[in-house]
């Protein structure tokens, strides 16, 4: 059995970030499928036993389990010393790019995703609201990584690891990725990590069957 079970599925973002730190340090971990789409997290036993929240990923090791992405790229952090800060401001400066993540390029990456490629739901003004504000956020984002290789400091930490969350998706989520060239060679860099693997590849659950 491994030390750590990552409760998530290929689809999420969220669950893809924290599988891809566990890999990138080396951890021994085994990813445990959570049919999302069938409504598990949904279902009162999930959330009496893995995750009160009702969400994927959960990081389960031992009698501890964390959730929220964020609170298990922050643990994974501490516990393996890597992808970390080297000193409190750098702390806060990632602790920053995290919400900022969180709250407006995943925040609106993922449920545009969601609504255009899983739903099929079409460019209704919802799509079109979240795709405003998505291209307001790349646009932050890769005047950012303008002339840097990397979010925060010179080396990648988990504000880049965090970040990559929805960025592997562009035909999915409905952007160009060439309008950005800050990441785009920011994602060739994450892409070189030993370690990396793509969303589709390192959690079980795609494709997705057609009921879905």
């Known amino acids: 059995m491994a030390e750590y079970t990552l409760y998530g599925f290929a689809q999420s973002g969220n669950s893809y970030r924290a599988a891809l730190m566990l890999n990138l340090v080396g951890a021994d971990w085994e990813p445990r499928f959570v049919?999302?789409?069938?409504?598990?997290?949904?279902?009162?036993?999930?959330?009496?036993?893995?995750?009160?929240?009702?969400?994927?990923?959960?990081?389960?090791?031992?009698?501890?389990?964390?959730s929220q992405s964020g609170v298990i790229l922050d643990f994974l952090a501490e516990k393996f010393g890597k992808f970390r800060w080297e000193s409190e401001d750098e702390r806060r400066e990632i602790l920053r790019w995290l919400l900022f993540d969180n709250q407006k390029c995943a925040g609106?990456?993922?449920?545009?995703?969601?609504?255009?490629?899983?739903?099929?739901?079409?460019?209704?003004?919802?799509?079109?609201?979240?795709?405003?504000?998505?291209?307001?956020?790349?646009e932050v984002l890769d005047k950012h990584l303008t002339g840097r290789d990397w979010i925060v400091g010179n080396r990648p930490t988990i504000a880049d690891i965090s970040m990559t969350g929805y960025f592997y998706w562009p035909e999915e989520v409905g952007y160009d990725l060439a309008a950005y060239p800050g990441i785009?060679?920011?994602?060739?860099?994450?892409?070189?990590l030993p370690g990396w693997e793509h969303p589709y590849e390192i959690l079980p659950g795609h494709p997705l069957p057609e009921k879905a």
Do not use: C
């Not at 999302?36 to 949904?42: K, L, S």
């Not at 785009?184 to 070189?192: I, N, P």
């Open 35 to 66: 049919d999302f789409f069938a409504g598990e997290t949904r279902s009162a036993e999930y959330r009496e036993n893995v995750n009160e929240m009702g969400e994927a990923p959960v990081l389960a090791f031992g009698d501890t389990k964390i």
């Open 108 to 138: 609106y990456m993922g449920p545009l995703r969601f609504l255009r490629t899983i739903l099929k739901a079409g460019e209704t003004d919802v799509v079109q609201f979240l795709h405003g504000r998505m291209t307001q956020s790349q």
């Open 184 to 192: 785009a060679a920011w994602l060739d860099r994450v892409k070189t």
